[in-house]
């Protein structure tokens, strides 16, 4: 207990967050929620709508005291509870929050390099011309960032057309649209990319199925018993993927006298090695589908 206590206390200053206290007004609101079967709730004593009843009323109490509220939240209970409402602004995803104008300008402002060098969104756009370090690593790393990831689309797939990643090929025809960034502060900055790869995919297959409409002709498909009624089949496709990928410059090490004694031909130098050593990460996968 205390190992997990100390766990959720590390994760929750990691954070930078703080713990709603429930009170007994918001206990015994979402409890008359529970009963009655008003939202969150979708009906009468339904055990499962428990704890979006308590949260709904922690994020009342906070609205109550801070006046206007952004709210981040992908449950669709929570969410339909505040629809609509005056002084909330609601979010699915942290990633349209952070894509807002507002934040945007705000997280921009955050930007270290940018007081040194000018424009870090400048800065990148020409780095990459000249040395493409995004698009090497996006043609390295993809693989690990899709493995075991789902493709959908996948006709004769017994589990809703469905099929898992197991290996994939280096990217290709690789596009980073550098006009659309999303700045994350400190330095950091996303830019959305489209790809290509060829992955290798799993599923399952009907017995039936396949010697329906499988059993000649699919030299591609290789298939292997799993029981009775089912082959276990994997294949090699082509897919389109595309996602977020992000760009950390590291400023911890620069040396502003050094810069000012720079020549301008020194300066592009300099600094290209600095963004050699950023830090690269893929945010997110938006979209995997076959060719």
């Not at 449950?75 to 945007?104: M, P, R």
């Not at 690789?174 to 489209?194: A, C, L, R």
């Amino acid at each position: 207990m205390e190992d997990a206590n100390n766990f959720s206390n590390s994760w929750i200053n990691g954070l930078d967050a703080e713990i709603q206290e429930i009170d007994s007004n918001q206990t015994l609101l979402a409890l008359e929620a529970y009963f009655n079967g008003t939202a969150p709730l979708t009906s009468i004593k339904n055990r499962e709508d428990i704890p979006d009843s308590f949260i709904c009323r922690s994020i009342e109490k906070i609205q109550h005291d801070v006046g206007l509220l952004t709210v981040i939240a992908d449950d669709k209970k929570i969410v339909k509870t505040f629809e609509g409402k005056e002084n909330y602004t609601l979010f699915n995803k942290i990633d349209d929050f952070i894509s807002t104008d507002e934040i945007q300008e705000k997280l921009q402002a955050l930007d270290i390099i940018s007081s040194k060098i000018g424009n870090l969104l400048q800065f990148i756009q020409q780095s990459e011309i000249s040395n493409p370090t995004i698009r090497d690593y996006l043609s390295e790393n993809i693989g690990d960032a899709i493995w075991n990831a789902t493709v959908d689309g996948i006709t004769y797939s017994n589990d809703a057309n469905k099929a898992t990643i197991s290996s994939a090929s280096n990217g290709q025809d690789i596009n980073i649209d550098f006009t659309k960034p999303i700045h994350y502060g400190s330095d950091q900055i996303g830019f959305p990319f489209e790809l290509t790869t060829e992955v290798e995919i799993e599923y399952f297959i009907d017995k039936s199925e396949y010697y329906m409409n499988l059993e000649y002709g699919t030299e591609d498909l290789a298939v292997g018993d799993w029981n009775d009624h089912v082959f276990e089949a994997s294949e090699y496709i082509e897919v389109n993927v595309s996602g977020i990928i992000s760009v950390k410059i590291g400023t911890k090490n620069l040396d502003l006298s050094e810069i000012s004694e720079l020549e301008e031909d020194e300066f592009d130098d300099y600094f290209h090695d600095v963004y050699r050593e950023a830090e690269l990460n893929i945010e997110t996968i938006e979209e995997i589908n076959p060719i």
